[in-house]
C-alpha cells in the first residue's frame, strides 16, 4: 500500500522527469535550428544532472523502505542494501 508520502516523492519524480523530456525536447530544437554547439552541450550536461537527480530520489526512496521494512530473511536485506550502495556509487 502506497503512503501519501510515496504518492508525494513518485510526484516529483514524475514531474522532474517530464521536465526533462522538455529539455530533450528543447536540444533536438537547437540541433535542427543549427545552434551553437558549446549551447548544447551545457543544455546535454543539465539533462545529465537531471537524469543523475532522479536516479538518486528513486534509489533513496528505495534504501529508505528497506531499511523501515526490513526483509525477514537477513541475508536478503543485506542482498539489497548493497544492491542499492551500488547503484548509488556507480557512475
Do not use: F, H, W, Y
Amino acid at each position: 500500500m502506497s503512503t501519501s508520502r510515496d504518492l508525494e516523492q513518485q510526484k516529483k519524480v514524475i514531474n522532474r522527469l517530464k521536465r526533462t523530456e522538455g529539455q530533450i525536447r528543447g536540444i533536438q530544437k537547437m540541433i535542427d535550428d543549427d545552434k551553437d554547439c558549446m549551447d548544447i552541450m551545457t543544455q546535454l550536461s543539465a539533462v545529465r544532472s537531471s537524469i543523475d537527480r532522479v536516479m538518486g530520489m528513486v534509489v533513496a526512496t528505495n534504501l529508505k523502505e528497506c531499511v523501515e521494512n526490513p526483509d525477514v530473511d537477513p541475508a536478503e536485506q543485506s542482498k539489497k542494501l548493497e544492491q542499492a550502495i551500488n547503484m548509488i556509487v556507480r557512475k
